[in-house]
């Protein structure tokens, strides 16, 4: 079984930086594409980033891209999600997924695209 622990939530002003940190176990880390998808209250949960198994495609939102960078250590089996200029509107619990693929795309963009997930982390942007 895989298993996907967060970190690195916290409150920050806007226009201030964080870094997501997603630790994986379970089975070979590299066979996955990974992904941060992120859950606003009363919303429904959105794509942010995702990353291919060998890190070299990735895919992001069109509401953080230029913001926000999705990177993997294949050595550590972790995902990192870093976070700048940060608005309020970025205020939700952060999750990341796994995909068990060896395809070279990383343009998975749907929930039902991922295996696993994480518990999530909440990242609170205050204005």
């Known amino acids: 079984q895989v298993q996907l622990v967060e970190s690195g939530g916290g409150l920050v002003q806007a226009g201030g930086s964080l870094r997501l940190s997603c630790a994986v176990s379970?089975?070979?880390?590299?066979?996955?594409?990974m992904g941060w998808f992120r859950q606003a209250p009363g919303k429904e949960r959105e794509f942010v980033a995702s990353i291919s198994w060998s890190a070299g495609n990735t895919y992001y939102a069109d509401s953080v891209k230029g913001r926000f960078t999705i990177s993997r250590d294949n050595a550590k089996n972790t995902v990192s999600l870093q976070m700048n200029s940060l608005k309020p509107e970025d205020t939700a619990v952060y999750y990341c997924a796994a995909r068990f693929t060896f395809a070279t795309t990383a343009a998975y963009t749907r929930g039902s695209d991922y295996n696993y997930w994480g518990q999530g982390t909440q990242v609170t942007v205050s204005s």
């Open positions: 379970g089975r070979t880390f590299s066979s996955y594409a």
